[in-house]
């Protein structure tokens, strides 16, 4: 009892010492101005570390997430970007607005002023006043250092788990966590309230509406709709939009009074003349890009890997930045492809081996001239089809299964070994089916529906609800003709 005793009068002690510390802390940070406010705000770091972490972040997203090659895009989206922090509470900063070479929807911004767009955000955009309103809301954020108060806030939480975590060891790597997190996570209600009252207030003083932020919503809400039900094509829970205006509903009253009262209170900027959006995104890439491979239908083509594949035509396939994914319908049968290089010369069964065990109907592959080996297993209670096929030094490995079945993949492993064998080179004819996917500007013509366009689109999949997704026409809108509208070639 003795030693129990002694280690807690300890660990008080250190947790005392530990609170003091944190107290100092707060004396000492806590007396930041809030740019936007002029209050007070606690934050843990200077302007200039703030700089720096959002230089150090830049290079890391950069990384991980390559940039949209058209320059004069880029230059068009910087010009936009630079005029709106003109309007900013922070001018003083430099903005970096950058589109990055990603279908996902979403934007977002570091601390500093860099700002990222998505290429897949802004091919659902109609017009230059929506790109504005995005823009304008992730200057908000940055503006009143969001993610700078995010952070301070969790590294002020680690702290105090620190005090009380002191004999864990865990303690610097749970502070880092909650660091990141907190940099790159969503917003909370508050916040995202505030950037859009920000954004909306520098898209009016630079000559834009402020209902842009409601076409915006539109568009967002949209999509909302859509992924739930291809969520329930795929039989997995919907995936919910954590960026921009992500956490209003369709009918926000409080959107809409921040919406009015600027508009009652700012003085509008000189009205823009022309808008020309729609012909700078023009021949824009749509969907999947080059380098990541390109679906068509059920059928897989990727220049740069020289490879082919195909699906049962009732399957869909999902190109996602780590793995292709082939799925039945209902998402009740998946196969995973991954890759990695080869480091080892070794066979395929031995490959395997090293990664596997406890195997049965072990078989040796060729195909279309690529060796490999595949076997079934079980891998928490599922019965598992894997499979390794090498070509050009590097290891195709395959893993399917079976959603909800524990005790076999019986009914699903012919079309997995179907998938697996239609492995092969691309031919010379195929070459032109790796390209991706393009934006092109088309006037309605009488007589045009969307079900028309989308028989002569090489979306992959849905393709009438994804024409009418990017033109703001979803579910059910009629076309008009004489408008300018986007299809996908």
């Not at 996570?185 to 207030?201: H, N, P």
């Not at 369709?250 to 009074?257: C, K, M």
Request: proline share 3%.
């Amino acid at each position: 009892m003795g030693r129990v005793w002694n280690k807690g009068i300890e660990l008080a002690y250190l947790m005392k010492i530990h609170f003091l510390i944190l107290l100092f802390i707060v004396s000492l940070v806590s007396c930041a101005v809030n740019p936007v406010t002029g209050k007070q705000d606690f934050v843990m770091i200077s302007e200039e570390q703030e700089i720096q972490m959002g230089r150090e972040y830049n290079s890391q997203i950069l990384k991980m997430n390559p940039v949209y090659e058209n320059q004069e895009l880029q230059e068009y989206v910087q010009s936009i970007g630079e005029s709106l922090a003109l309007k900013s509470h922070r001018p003083n900063l430099i903005y970096r607005f950058t589109i990055l070479d990603s279908p996902d929807i979403n934007a977002f911004a570091l601390p500093g002023g860099y700002i990222y767009i998505n290429r897949g955000l802004m091919s659902y955009f109609s017009s230059e006043e929506e790109l504005a309103a995005v823009l304008g809301h992730e200057i908000g954020h940055v503006t009143a250092r969001h993610s700078v108060r995010q952070y301070s806030q969790s590294q002020l939480m680690g702290i105090l788990s620190a005090a009380i975590e002191i004999n864990s060891g865990r303690t610097a790597g749970n502070i880092a966590n909650l660091a990141s997190g907190a940099l790159l996570s969503g917003y909370g209600r508050e916040m995202e309230l505030e950037a859009d009252d920000l954004g909306a207030q520098y898209i009016y003083q630079d000559g834009y509406s402020p209902q842009g932020m409601y076409d915006v919503l539109s568009v967002l809400k949209d999509q909302e709709t859509y992924s739930k039900k291809i969520a329930e094509q795929r039989g997995q829970e919907p995936r919910s939009y954590h960026g921009v205006f992500a956490s209003h509903p369709s009918n926000d009253l409080r959107l809409q009074e921040v919406l009015d009262n600027v508009s009652n209170t700012y003085q509008k900027g000189n009205e823009k003349t022309k808008d020309i959006y729609l012909e700078k995104i023009e021949g824009m890439v749509f969907g999947d890009s080059e380098q990541s491979g390109i679906r068509r239908g059920n059928k897989f083509y990727h220049g740069p890997l020289n490879l082919f594949m195909s699906s049962p035509e009732s399957w869909e396939i999902i190109n996602t930045p780590n793995q292709l994914i082939f799925m039945s319908p209902f998402g009740e049968a998946v196969l995973q492809m991954t890759l990695e290089d080869l480091n080892f010369k070794e066979s395929p069964e031995s490959y395997l081996r090293r990664f596997v065990s406890n195997t049965y109907d072990d078989t040796s592959l060729n195909v279309n001239g690529f060796e490999g080996f595949t076997v079934k297993t079980y891998r928490n209670g599922k019965e598992t089809r894997m499979a390794v096929i090498f070509k050009d030094d590097q290891v195709y490995q395959l893993l399917g299964y079976a959603k909800n079945d524990y005790s076999n993949i019986s009914q699903y492993d012919s079309e997995f070994l179907n998938i697996i064998n239609s492995f092969r080179n691309l031919k010379e004819e195929e070459r032109v089916l790796s390209k991706p996917l393009r934006l092109k500007i088309y006037k309605v013509k009488e007589g045009d529906s969307y079900k028309s366009l989308a028989s002569k689109s090489s979306i992959n999949i849905n393709a009438e609800d994804q024409l009418r997704l990017i033109n703001g026409d979803y579910p059910d809108k009629t076309l008009k003709a004489g408008r300018l509208i986007k299809i996908v070639q």
